[in-house]
Every structure is written in structure tokens, then in C-alpha cells.
């Protein structure tokens, strides 16, 4: 089996009959066309995690948990989700043939919800739940009863909660190792509660163990002002990652007020020469637009966080141009279409009335380059 399955020595232990696959992971590792030569980086690449079977890195994540579910007989898979852990572990769940609930972030985006409902589960959004810390930790609490009252955990792409399944995610480290080889490189992460940071930093760790002459890269932990919970702190060189009271970025899916793997991010950052960005919610939708305009990428608004935080960390003079850049794009452009409607206008639908008004308007246009 290729995909994460490929690192199976690297994962946790499941018996073959029981791993779950329908295409996560191996995604491609393309070197930037147009937007690196224009930043003056010559070895810019994007690891395309949107194109991940449910279009986010976290179909490796449930690939790992409901193979884990399928092997314990756990009748059931329970989870919260800002929306993409929750598309992915639908479809998984899909698979298994397990019926799926799952606690929606309030507000979660369109695209994610559409997605949940087509693979059958059943969708639960709960009043300002992941806005206000006391539903989010009612809520919480609620879950890991239910789930504990059937020997199971309630499943949360968190090392906090699900540091087994979590280690799916550490398989997007392998790939990036065996994709750069022995290049020197720095990769740029986007971060809400920082378990993707902490698997990449985690997943580099684990290969260094493995090859002992590999030159783990250095991490990038690039988060929206408006939920600044682990960026600046990094640069503060703090011990902690500051919880906040609200979460103001509208950045889907790193929206995330509490400490999640927060300290840990740091602890690993700060051992490894990792550095913390901080990018405004407008500069990511513009990043958005140029990956699709330039680069032929469609991904949602967190796709494009770890681009703007490369492109400030270069205007701080923060980044070493001669080695390799590495942006993780985390999610598809499917997931939020509120978000790419801004860009979508740049080229409105034409409604042509028959093929007279379409030729008249072909015949004003189409010119040869
Ligand atoms: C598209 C996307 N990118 C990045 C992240 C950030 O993950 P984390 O909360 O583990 O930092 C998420 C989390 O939901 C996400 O959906």
C-alpha cells in the first residue's frame, strides 16, 4: 500500500486487515513557477496537502483513527472539527461503514459542512462553540464522557487528545525528507492549536532518529494576528503559549483561542532555531489569490498562511534565500467558496444568450500570445 501506509514502521501499530486507505498522502512537492523567481527565491516549493482525498492534510489523521476504531470494535467514531478533521473523518468513517458524529465549530464554512452530510454523517453544530471557552469546554467535557462511557476517546486532530492518530500527520515530515533529500530547508507552517506544527517537527525529529546523517530542517510557525497564540511567543522566547479570549481571524480552521500543542510547538522551536510569524487575515487572502493567479493553486484561506508568513519572515530579513522554502497549503479551495469569492469576481460569468453573442465576443478576445 503506498500513501502514509508506505511508513508503516513509522505509525502506530495496526493490523493490516485493518488499515484504512482510499489515497491520503504521497502528495506532490512542486517547485513555486512564478511567485519564488518574483520573491528572489530560487528553491520556493508547495507540499499540496489539499490534494489529500477529502482535500486537507487530515485525511491522514483519520486514516490513522478509524483504522484504530475498526481494530477495537469501537462501534462509532465521536469528534469536534472546525470543519476539515470532520470531512475527512467522514469519509473514513464512510469507509468503515461507522456511523460518524461530529460537533461543529459554529460557523464553520459551507463546503466543509456540504461535505460532511455527503459522506453521511451526522452534523452537529453547537451554539458558539469553538468562539466562547466555556461552551468549547462544556462541550468538550460532554464529549470525553460519552466517548469514556464506551472505553473510546472522543477524536481531535491534537496531540493532546489523539497523539496516536496524530502521527499519521507526522508523515507529511517523511515524505518532505525524502522529496528535498540532504537540501537545506526551512518549512513554513500554518498553525491554529499547533498539532500540524508539532507533527512536522515531530515527524523531523523521528527521521533523524532513523537517519542519523539528516539535517532537520528549520520551522516556521505561521499564525493569523487574530489568533495569536503560539507566532509571537515563539519570538518572545516564552515558556508558554498565551491563550486568548476570542478568536478574531476568519481564516477557517485556525481559529483556535485555547492552548492546544502550543507549548510544546515552542519547546520544539525553540530547540531547533524554529521562528514564530504573525500575517494579517488581508495578506492571506491575497497570498490565496496570487497561488491560484500564478501558481495554478486552489486552496482555502489557511492554504495560503504559511505563504504569507514566508513573505513577511523575508521582509525581516528572516529566511535564508539560498536554501530550499517549504509552504505546507493545508486545504482545497472547495472548503470555504465565501472566501475565494473575492477572487472568483476578478473573472465574472458571462452569460451568453446563444453562440452569435458568444462568437461576436470570442472574435474581440482571443488573440495569438
Ligand atoms: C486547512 C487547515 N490548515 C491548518 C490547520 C491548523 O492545524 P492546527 O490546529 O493543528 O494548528 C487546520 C486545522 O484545522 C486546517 O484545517
Not at 248 to 270: F, I
Amino acid at each position: 500500500m503506498k500513501g502514509i501506509w508506505k511508513y508503516e514502521q513509522l505509525l502506530p501499530r495496526i493490523g493490516s486487515a485493518y488499515q484504512l486507505s482510499i489515497g491520503e498522502g504521497g502528495t506532490p512537492l512542486v517547485r513555486s513557477k512564478h511567485i519564488g523567481p518574483a520573491l528572489g527565491l530560487k528553491n520556493l516549493y508547495f507540499k499540496l496537502e489539499n490534494l489529500n482525498p477529502s482535500g486537507s492534510y487530515k485525511d491522514r489523521f483519520a486514516a490513522i483513527a478509524l483504522s484504530q476504531i475498526q481494530e477495537q470494535g469501537v462501534g462509532f467514531c465521536l469528534a469536534t472539527s472546525s470543519g476539515n478533521t470532520g470531512a475527512a473523518l467522514a469519509a473514513y468513517s464512510a469507509v468503515a461503514r461507522i456511523p460518524c458524529f461530529l460537533a461543529i465549530v459554529d460557523g464553520a464554512p459551507e463546503g466543509k459542512l456540504t461535505q460532511m452530510g455527503a459522506y453521511g454523517a451526522e452534523t452537529l453544530m453547537v451554539k458558539d462553540f469553538g468562539k466562547d471557552v466555556g461552551v468549547t469546554q462544556d462541550t468538550m467535557a460532554l464529549l470525553e464522557q460519552i466517548a469514556l462511557s464506551y472505553d473510546s476517546v472522543v477524536q481531535v486532530s491534537a496531540f493532546r487528545y489523539s497523539p496516536s492518530a496524530m502521527q499519521g500527520v507526522q508523515t507529511i515530515a517523511y515524505e518532505i525528507a525524502e522529496q528535498l533529500g540532504q537540501e537545506k530547508a526551512q518549512v513554513f507552517v500554518p498553525a491554529g492549536g499547533g498539532g500540524l506544527t508539532l507533527a512536522i517537527c515531530k515527524g523531523f525529529d523521528r527521521w533523524a532518529e532513523v537517519f542519523s546523517d539528516y539535517v532537520k530542517p528549520t520551522i516556521h510557525c505561521v499564525q493569523p494576528e487574530g489568533n495569536d497564540t503560539i507566532a509571537t511567543a515563539i519570538r518572545n522566547q516564552l515558556q508558554q503559549a498565551t491563550a486568548i479570549a476570542m478568536s478574531t481571524t476568519a481564516v477557517s480552521g485556525l481559529q483556535v483561542p485555547g492552548v492546544l500543542d502550543g507549548d510544546e510547538v515552542l519547546k520544539y522551536c525553540m530547540n531547533n532555531a524554529g521562528m514564530g510569524h504573525t500575517v494579517q487575515d488581508e495578506e492571506v487572502f491575497a497570498w490565496q489569490q496570487r497561488l491560484a493567479l500564478e501558481e495554478g493553486i486552489f486552496c482555502e484561506p489557511a492554504g495560503a498562511v504559511a505563504l504569507a508568513g514566508l513573505a513577511n519572515a523575508l521582509k525581516n530579513k528572516e529566511i535564508d534565500t539560498a536554501a530550499a522554502a517549504v509552504c505546507i497549503v493545508t486545504g482545497h479551495g472547495f472548503k470555504d467558496p465565501v472566501s475565494v469569492q473575492c477572487m472568483a469576481a476578478a473573472s465574472d460569468l458571462l452569460y451568453m444568450e446563444n453562440t452569435t453573442v458568444l462568437e461576436k465576443y470570442l472574435k474581440t478576445r482571443v488573440k495569438r500570445k
